[in-house]
C-alpha cells in the first residue's frame, strides 16, 4: 500500500476546529485522490472529502460542507483537511486514504467512492486518528 503519514485530530470543544494532516513518504500524490473517510462508535464509514491532486478538484460530503476545507500542497506532498465548527455528530476516527485515479476520473472515484476500498499496492489507507468533540 501506499504509506501515509496522518496527523492531527485530538480534543476540542463544540464550535472549535482542527486540522488534520497527510503526507506520503517516498512517493509523490501525483496521479491520485486524496482524502478522508470517518468512521464513529458503532456506525458505518461515512466519506468526508477528497482532493485530485493533479487538478485540485473537491468533494465534500454533505454532513461537512461548508464547514471543514480540504487543500493540497503538491511540492510538499501534503493534503490538510481544515475541520471548523465541530460538533458532538464530527467524532470519529478519521482515515487517511490514496486512490489512484487510474480506472477514470476524479469524478468516477467520487461516484463510486462509498464502496472504495484499497487495492494491495496501489492504494493507501492510513492509520486512523481520533477526533473527539466535547459538547
Known amino acids: 500500500e501506499v504509506p501515509l503519514q496522518a496527523c492531527g485530530g485530538g480534543l476540542v470543544q463544540a464550535g472549535g476546529s482542527l486540522r488534520l494532516s497527510c503526507a506520503a513518504s517516498?512517493?509523490?500524490?501525483?496521479?491520485?485522490?486524496i482524502g478522508w473517510f470517518r468512521q464513529a462508535s458503532g456506525k458505518e464509514r461515512e466519506r468526508v472529502s477528497f482532493i485530485n491532486i493533479d487538478d485540485g478538484s473537491t468533494y465534500y460530503s454533505d454532513s461537512v460542507k461548508g464547514r471543514f476545507t480540504i487543500s493540497r500542497d503538491k511540492a510538499k506532498n501534503t493534503v490538510w483537511l481544515q475541520m471548523s465548527s465541530l460538533t458532538p455528530e464530527d467524532a470519529a476516527v478519521y482515515y487517511c486514504i490514496a486512490a489512484l485515479l487510474d480506472s477514470g476520473p476524479f469524478s468516477q472515484f467520487v461516484t463510486e467512492s462509498a464502496n472504495w476500498y484499497p487495492r494491495d499496492g496501489l492504494d493507501g489507507w492510513g492509520e486512523g486518528t481520533q477526533v473527539t468533540v466535547s459538547s
Open positions: 517516498g512517493l509523490t500524490f501525483g496521479g491520485y485522490a
